[in-house]
């Protein structure tokens, strides 16, 4: 997807991360996303909630990354994935603004290899991830490439999925389905972790959907081939897919490709966040 905005992206809620302190302790639905998402990547959550954790990228790493999102355009954008992030991000908060006047935008890091936040200290193999307990959305610009690996796609919409799907997470924790997921269990084919991914899904759809909407929008008109490339990445990153032949549903955190692949349309398509409510079905 392109972005046909011009100069440079203003926005006070991305930064560069790596260096800071972050505290370990957790509470509510502080651990919710953390563990999922390990889970999902197939690392142990207690090395990334404090204790055993990476040690964090150093504050030269955060100071590069900084200054790379200083001088980011909407031109930019278009190229380097630091600056798409941040691009993103913005469309995404100015979407959530109009369709939800009490919307609060979440904080965003960019870092390299490790970083404390306040859920504990992560690595990149958590992969992107969003905090409740600091409302901040994590992204290593190093995952796209490793997405790939997986068999998604690398193409910009794809990317803005990814990203649109974290503040999904931020959105559920404004709601409050979050604490609501955590409390239903973190795994199995309708636990509340699955419901839990699958409605960020489909927010991340409900993004998509309004994403190029009126002569304003930051981004061009979206394309049926773009939506494919999105469709890919959802496939990729099914549970079932992941976990292979006889992937055993009782082992499910975020539910399968086909899932994943019909929660984003259904957003997709709907344009409205009511229609996202995997909690009041059984039919995921």
Known sequence: ???????????????????????????????????????????????????????????????????????????????????????????????????????????????ADAVNTGCGSASSATG???????????????????????????GPLAQEYVVAHEYGHHVQNLTGALAKGQRMGSQGPRSGSVRVELQADCLAGVWAHHADDGPDALLAPITEEQIATVIQTAKAIGDDTIQGPGSNPEGWTHGSAAQRTRWFTIGYQAGDPDRCDTFATDAL
Not at 139 to 151: C, E, H, N
């Open 128 to 154: 992107p991830f969003y905090c409740p307990a600091d409302s901040t959305a994590y992204f290593d610009p190093t995952f796209f490439a490793q997405l790939r690996r997986m068999g998604g796609s690398d």
């Open 1 to 111: 997807m392109t972005f046909q905005g011009s100069g440079s992206i203003d926005t006070g809620n991305v930064s560069g991360g790596g260096g800071g302190g972050g505290r370990i302790a957790l509470g509510g639905g502080a651990g919710l996303l953390i563990t999922i998402v390990a889970l999902f990547f197939g690392v142990n959550p207690g090395d990334l909630l404090g204790g055993g954790g990476p040690a964090p990228g150093t504050s030269s790493d955060a100071a590069q990354i900084q200054q790379q999102l200083d001088s980011c355009t909407y031109e930019m954008a278009n190229e380097n994935t630091i600056c798409r992030i941040k691009a993103t991000t913005v469309s995404v908060d100015t979407v959530w603004s109009d369709l939800w006047p009490e919307y609060q935008a979440p904080q965003t890091v960019i870092f």
